[in-house]
Nanobody
Framework: QVQLAESGGGLVQAGGSLSLSCTAS???????????MAWFRQAPGKEREFVAA????????NSPESVKGRFTMSRDNPKDTVYMKMNSLEPEDTAVYYC??????????????????WGQGTQVTVSS
């Protein structure tokens, strides 16, 4: 079982920046670098939305146009941690942000059902 713990959420004004972190505990017999990691977000009354994913080595990332150029996902495998730097935040970015993990990379893995492990989420609120 993989355990994920997000941190770094908070309140920021529109146009500001925020950084999120997610620290993972891998399943027995596996290491953090065995997992594709992703960020999703969910606003009140909306479905969970894909934000970004990063391959096991960190060499490949995937993100939708809505955040491309503003959000950057990275990982530090020795620290068992992924990060997401969010710039130029907009009120529409307000949501609970979740860290997720799966074993195999696919650019098609952009739905919440594609991921097997989830953190508890961290709230990001962007004021106008």
């Amino acid at each position: 079982q993989v355990q994920l713990a997000e941190s770094g959420g908070g309140l920021v004004q529109a146009g500001g920046s925020l950084s999120l972190s997610c620290t993972a505990s891998a399943a027995p017999g596996r290491t953090f670098s065995d997992y594709v990691m992703a960020w999703f977000r969910q606003a009140p009354g909306k479905e969970r939305e894909f934000v970004a994913a990063i391959s096991q080595s960190g060499g490949t990332t995937n993100s939708p146009e809505s955040v491309k150029g503003r959000f950057t996902m990275s990982r530090d495998n020795p620290k068992d941690t992924v990060y997401m730097k969010m710039n130029s935040l907009e009120p529409e970015d307000t949501a609970v942000y979740y860290c997720a993990a799966r074993r195999f990379w696919s650019v098609l893995a952009v739905n919440s059902r594609d991921y097997d492990y989830w953190g508890q989420g961290t709230q990001v609120t962007v004021s106008s």
